[in-house]
C-alpha cells in the first residue's frame, strides 16, 4: 500500500471575496481525486505562526493517497477551471510532499508544519533527529518529512525550503509541547542551524 501524499498550501491572499468562491468550488474536486482537508485557515482562523516571520500566510494541508495522485488533481481539468475563480486573489506556494507510515489522528488533531532552510546542514539533522526523540511516546506522529528535492512545487516561487510535518493529538498537547522550557531551549539552537517558520494548523474534526 501506497504511503500517502500531503499537499501543502502556503497562501497570501488579498481578495476575501475571489477566495470565497474558489474555495466553495473545491470539495467535489478533491472528492473526485481521493483528498480531503485535515486543516485549512488563515491567521487567527485555525492557523497560528509560532516561529519566524511569515506571519500573514494561510495555509491548506490536504491528505492523498498517495504523492503521485496529487498532481492528477491539480493539473485536472476540473481543477484549472477552478483556479480561475482566484486568479489575481493573492499569491500561493503550492508543494506536493510525500508522506510515511503515520496518519494523523481520529477526533481533532493539530499539525506543526516547519518550513526551514538550513545554514549548517549537519547540525539541523542533528537538531532534527533530538526533536524527533523528545516527540517519542507522546502520541504525536511525523508524518512527513522532506528536502526540497523531495517534495514537487505545483506553483510559486519558493525554493530550497525543507519540510516536517508531526501530528499531533490536540491544539492542546501541541501548545503544551511547545511552550516547554526543554523546547524553548531547543528552538533557540535550531535557530543557530536555520531560518524556520513553523505553523500550528487546527485539524478539522474527523471520525473513524
Not at 490536504?62 to 495522485?69: L, N
Request: with cysteine.
Amino acid at each position: 500500500m501506497a504511503a500517502p501524499g500531503y499537499l501543502l498550501v502556503l497562501g497570501h491572499s488579498i481578495d476575501p471575496a475571489k477566495m470565497v468562491a474558489y474555495g466553495q468550488a473545491l470539495p467535489p474536486i478533491y472528492q473526485k481525486f481521493g483528498g480531503f482537508y485535515l486543516g485549512i485557515g488563515g491567521p487567527g482562523r485555525g492557523v497560528e505562526l509560532i516561529e519566524g516571520a511569515w506571519f500573514d500566510h494561510s495555509m491548506v494541508l490536504a491528505r492523498f493517497a498517495s504523492k503521485a495522485d496529487i498532481p492528477k488533481f491539480w493539473w485536472s481539468p476540473e481543477y484549472t477551471q477552478a483556479k480561475e475563480l482566484r486568479k489575481g486573489a493573492g499569491t500561493f506556494n503550492v508543494f506536493a510532499i510525500g508522506g510515511n507510515a503515520h496518519e494523523a489522528p481520529m477526533g481533532q488533531p493539530s499539525f506543526m508544519v516547519s518550513i526551514y532552510r538550513a545554514f549548517d546542514a549537519a547540525k539541523m539533522a542533528e537538531l532534527n533527529a533530538q526533536e524527533d526523540a523528545k516527540l517519542s511516546g507522546r502520541g504525536v506522529h511525523k508524518i512527513a518529512q522532506a528536502m526540497f528535492s523531495e517534495v514537487e512545487c505545483l506553483e510559486g516561487d519558493l525554493k530550497d525550503f525543507d519540510f516536517r510535518i508531526f501530528a499531533f493529538p490536540t491544539q492542546a498537547s501541541a501548545t503544551s509541547y511547545w511552550n516547554e522550557s526543554s523546547t524553548v531551549e531547543f528552538r533557540q539552537s535550531r535557530a543557530k542551524a536555520a531560518g524556520v517558520n513553523t505553523f500550528l494548523v487546527a485539524g478539522l474534526p474527523r471520525k473513524a
